[in-house]
């Protein structure tokens, strides 16, 4: 079982005593504070997690700036890089200039390892020529299509929903897959990423195929947590029973959303990104949301205990 407990920049003050001569209240978004990971990367695991970052441009720059700011200031084992990696369709090759375009340029100065994930745009060029680029690259880490790695005291298994720009599927080998890493032992933190979203809010909406397909096989394999993008804004949406899943994909450009689907407990149409603090029993989640010429703000954080 896990238990949300959360705090978002939109709360109203909780009640104060009435005093003679009432000072100031100062906004509530001043009383969030980022989640601090300790020193030690075998006893935490402090992940940034970004999606569609690929498009280039003000607004991928001013995300990735905000990545190097945040993890200057604090732990980040790894990015998990959440798909749509390289817009408009994708690498030709290894080679393919790309590669220096829409993620290299952003990146200089920075040292932390992407873990990357394939999304539909990734799809429309060669899949096999981000796994080629990872033999080579300073930071993308792609070691297969669909894998599985541990960092400190959690474990991923990072997907590929495949190529429909309609909703994500995950079916055939890949599935047996996932099963069989589902059937062995869990980590202290068992947590998956990909592209799509299970159920969101944005203009994509619901991936069907996920929701009958993948969210019961969550469910009974205890993963804790989905991370994906796809849909190009911010949100956390819990049901109460797990995987609580977030959404990420405000990388590179933001879009509008719908009003809250069931179960929406933090919803922005912005860009920015999410990072996450996973301690034994508890699990620090904030999301950050970027402007383009406006700065970083930390929009919402929450915990889940289990
Ligand atoms: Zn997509």
Redesign the pocket.
Known sequence: MILLVLACAGDPPAARAVTPAPAPVPPVAATLVAPEPGPDPAASTAVVFVG?AGKGGAGQKAVADAVKAWCAARRCDFVAYL??NLYPAGATSPDDPIFRDRFEVYWEGFDVPFYVAL???DHMGDPQAELDYAKTSRLWRMPARWYRFEQGIAEFLVLDTGPS?DGGKVAGEQLAWLQGELARPAAPWRVAYG??PIHSSGL?GASPALITGLEPIFRDGGVDLWLC??DHHLEVLDDGVAPLEVIS?GGSAARKVKPPVAGSVYLAPSLGFGYLVLEPGVAHLAMVEVEVGGGAKLAWRSELRK
Request: aromatic share 0%.
């Open positions: 569609d798909g749509d999304g539909n745009h720009p592209h799509h994509h993008g796809h994909g």
